[in-house]
């Protein structure tokens, strides 16, 4: 009797998890035919519903994304678009849960380089030769330079749409006061810092280092003017990777160096308090890209000027590089046809003439940027970009996210002088011979 | 006949609860222990067999056995604050000298409880800022300017703050707990010992402790569990900064994961969260014999 209990009660658990499971499975495929059948067809009347998700929920992108979405939406009444956003860092975590399972967005933002190939991995992104080739005036209007950082293989899997680059911001003001000038080496670097320190200026130079990328931005530069080429492209591959260069260690130095003149606040504030701290003339220096330019100029009428990184003495890197790369737009392998519409009306020359005249940051489609809608300042950044020697990707996506990790919290743990330069590069090479294997 | 209907049918009431259990507490649990031998990414479709690899790196992991260090402060920490001074507080408002006012007081108390933990998170990212922050401004007043820091800049002081944050925000819970237990005592008690000569101290301590007995053996056991998964408030204070000083087991896990990408080790963290809370739980049952008064 017992047994017959129980073999009924397995039964019962068993016939469930079957039913359960296999219910679920049929939802997910007919919810796939349903989108197959809508893109096929292209229905009129039919509702096609876009996931549009973007990483930024604050101003003044956030109105200008809603705006251009309810533009599209007017045009085409019968597609409806959802809006899902979260700032940069929770922006990367929440995109890899997205992406992990079968809800990705139908078009959401991509940075370059491995964080782009990381989601191309999951070979859930669409890839987009044929939709590019097809419509050459659109592909025509990107500037070319901008899509290497979304092509693996040969194939481009995202549109560049925003273009950047990492520069010191000056106070000229206050140069102009202690007869200062802008700083071509680092150790020329060093002295203006002591000569502001020296006239009063608690924190000459300030970053928030709660802000893991905005370390990485820092060592990522650094790396770069110290470390041969090829040594970084052994190392930042993350089979090859080992890390045992000297120059990491005197890298990282230099970064701790840097991280006196912050202060102690620095740990305790974000990047965009860094930011302000710097619009309202409390720190004369503050490592930023070129993207905050407008931020910068809705606060204050103070007159600023940049630097790019100073060279490095004895550094084996192009010392005139400039850090930065473009963001994108990259679609999902399921997104209907409607969304690569979408796409190609938020890449158009007017969205991103009228993006740029909004935002100020600068974009890589051709004619979406002239002296009409930007300020004398970012065009001089528009030039400096679109000329730059050779452009180094962002740190934290140029190399394998544990390794980043290590360096990035290494930052911090330097900034509050709780580990060493060293220790810090024995955890990345430990890190490095895991990944290798 | 009747006896097996009897038990069948017991069996049946029993079933919704179990097949629930089996789907959401169970096959995860199982899943989960099965995924931690393996390691893979949440972009890839393959796992990679690693053995007990994923176990290994974890004992040697240092940062396991820094935010393990934190986990364990926190649970020192919260059980002296809410629960010890949680227990304080009810017999303080339960005693009949502050009747009138005990309402005020109680709700007072329980309201940090209402609020969404990312607001109050976002309060005191505001109270411990170092230059507007309303914590320096204060020991400035009061001539404490040394003592001024930038709290959760400071790697050594970034892990207390984020404790001394939810201890205000989870006293008023337990407190309220204890409350409802002490209304439960018999006033009886209270009379006979004031008529034998015992004090407002003695009565706390042989009358209403060991009446609230099991009430402090429960929320003991929350708090400790608790502080052993505590996730949302150093998650969105400090992200486990700066460095890793701030860091808890259940951030380590989920930055493993969904971070540094790698699920087969965030499995096996949470495998060791899962133990740890258990073993304590078995410890404190047997303890405390719950069930036998």
Not at chain 1, 401 to 413: E, L, V
Request: aromatic share 12%; charged share 20%; with cysteine.
């Amino acid at each position: 009797m017992k047994n017959r209990l129980m073999i009924m009660g397995l039964l019962v658990l068993i016939i469930s998890f079957t039913f359960g499971c296999s219910k679920s499975n049929d939802n997910e495929i007919s919810s796939e035919n349903d989108q197959n059948v809508v893109s096929e067809t292209g229905a009129k009347d039919e509702q096609v519903v876009i996931n549009f998700f973007h990483r930024w929920p604050n101003e003044p992108r956030k109105s200008f994304y809603q705006e251009k979405a309810d533009e599209f939406m007017a045009l085409n009444p019968n597609v409806k678009i959802n809006i899902d956003a979260v700032l940069n860092d929770s922006y990367k975590e929440k995109i890899r849960v997205l992406v992990s399972n079968d809800d990705l967005p139908d078009i959401f933002t991509s940075w370059s380089d491995s964080f782009a190939l990381n989601l191309v991995k999951s070979e859930r992104i669409m890839p987009l030769d044929d939709i590019l080739n097809a419509d050459p005036d659109w592909k025509n209007s990107i500037i070319a330079s901008q899509f290497s950082g979304f092509t693996f293989d040969d194939v481009t899997y995202g549109v560049p749409f925003t273009i950047d680059g990492k520069a010191f911001f000056y106070n000229k003001s206050v140069f102009a006061e202690n007869n200062l000038k802008a700083p071509k080496t680092y150790s020329e670097f060093i002295e203006v810092l002591d000569a502001l320190q020296a006239a009063g200026y608690e924190t000459p130079i300030v970053e928030g280092l709660t802000n893991a990328w905005a370390i990485s931005h820092y060592e990522g530069t650094i790396l770069q003017r110290l470390l041969d080429p090829s040594v970084t492209e052994v190392d930042y591959n993350e089979a090859t990777g080992t890390f045992t260069d000297p120059g990491y260690v005197r890298g990282l130095e230099i970064f701790k160096e840097l991280t006196k003149y912050m202060g102690e606040v620095s740990t305790a504030i974000d990047h965009e308090t860094a930011r302000n701290m710097f619009a309202k003339g409390e720190s004369p220096i503050v490592y930023m890209q070129f993207a905050e330019i407008k931020m910068v100029e809705d606060q204050t009428d103070m007159d600023f000027g940049f630097f790019n990184f100073p060279s490095i003495e004895g550094g084996k890197g192009d010392q005139n590089a400039l850090t930065g790369a473009p963001e994108g737009w990259m679609l999902s392998k399921n997104a209907p046809q409607e969304a690569v519409e979408f796409l190609k009306f938020l890449t158009s020359k007017e969205t991103a003439y009228a993006f740029t005249k909004a935002d100020g940051q600068l974009n890589a489609i051709i004619g979406g940027v002239d002296a009409e809608n930007t300020s004398p300042i970012s065009m001089n950044a528009f030039n400096i970009v679109t000329e730059a020697s050779a452009t180094a990707p962002w740190f934290d996506n140029a190399v394998n996210i544990n390794i980043a990790d290590i360096f990035m919290r290494g930052g911090q743990s330097l900034a509050t002088g709780e580990l060493t330069p060293e220790e810090i590069m024995e955890e990345v090479q430990a890190e490095a011979d895991r990944l290798r294997k | 006949m009747n006896k097996f209907n009897n038990k069948l049918a017991s069996f049946l009431f029993l079933l919704p609860c179990l097949i629930f259990l089996s789907i959401f507490v169970f096959m995860p649990l199982f899943k989960n222990f099965y995924n931690s031998f393996f390691e893979y990414s949440v972009f890839s479709a393959t796992k990679d067999f690693v053995g007990l690899d994923n176990f290994k790196l974890l004992l040697a992991d240092k940062k396991i056995k820094i935010a393990l260090l934190n986990n364990i402060r926190y649970a020192i920490i919260s059980v002296f604050f809410q629960v010890g001074l949680g227990l304080v507080l009810a017999a303080v408002l339960e005693h009949h000298f502050l009747r009138k006012v005990a309402p005020f007081f109680r709700v007072t108390f329980f309201m940090p409880v209402m609020i969404s933990i990312s607001v109050i998170a976002l309060l005191f990212g505001f109270i411990y800022n170092p230059q507007i922050g309303i914590l320096n401004s204060f020991l400035e007043l009061i001539g404490l300017d040394n003592l001024s820091r930038a709290w959760l800049g400071n790697s050594s002081t970034a892990i207390y703050a984020v404790i001394a944050m939810s201890q205000w925000q989870s006293i008023g819970y337990i407190m309220m707990l204890f409350i409802v237990a002490i209304q439960r005592i018999s006033k009886e008690l209270y009379e006979a010992a004031e008529l034998d000569g015992a004090g407002k101290i003695k009565q706390f301590f042989y009358i209403t402790v060991p009446q609230v007995k099991e009430t402090l053996f429960i929320n003991t056991l929350l708090t400790i569990t608790g502080s052993m998964l505590v996730f949302n408030e150093p998650y969105i204070l400090t992200n486990g900064g700066p460095g890793v000083s701030s860091m808890t087991l259940a951030v380590y896990m989920y930055q493993s994961g969904f971070f540094k990408d790698r699920m087969g080790y965030a499995s096996t963290i949470a495998i060791t969260i899962f133990i740890i809370t258990a073993i304590l739980a078995i410890i404190q049952i047997r303890i405390s014999h719950t069930g036998k008064d």
